[in-house]
Nanobody, 126 residues
Framework: VQLQACGGGLVQAGGSLRLSCAAS????????MAWFRQAPGKEREFVTA????????GYADSVKGRFAISRDKPKSTLYLQMNYLKPEDTAIYYC????????????????????WGRGTQVTVSS
């Protein structure tokens, strides 16, 4: 599975961005796809995940009510709509996919995912 994320950029606080992640290869084997982010000097952190078949989602508390994950199954594309952005949302955002073995309780763990995109930079100015 290959993942290609795009859509990052510079935005003012309170603004919006939409990230996309195009998946290719054996995407049908993945159960979960997710977005993680990593700010300078910090560890990679979970943002949100979606169960590919059902559309069931989960979010980190820091983004609940502001971010929305979705997917287009025919296009094998994952999206992250980010609204009401804050300077603390500044980070490199990565999309990730598993090999279909992840259980619900581990969907927020980075090491549950086997495939990663290169990342796209999101910068929120105050």
């Amino acid at each position: 599975v290959q993942l290609q994320a795009c859509g990052g950029g510079l935005v003012q606080a309170g603004g919006s961005l939409r990230l996309s992640c195009a998946a290719s290869g054996r995407t049908s084997s993945s159960r979960y796809m997710a977005w993680f982010r990593q700010a300078p000097g910090k560890e990679r952190e979970f943002v949100t995940a979606i169960e590919w078949s059902s559309g069931y989602t989960g979010y980190a508390d820091s983004v609940k009510g502001r971010f929305a994950i979705s997917r287009d199954k025919p296009k094998s594309t994952l999206y992250l709509q980010m609204n009401y952005l804050k300077p603390e949302d500044t980070a490199i955002y990565y999309c990730a996919a598993d090999r279909g073995r992840t259980i619900l309780s581990r969907r927020s763990e980075a090491n549950a995912y086997d495939y990663w995109g290169r990342g796209t930079q999101v910068t929120v100015s105050s």
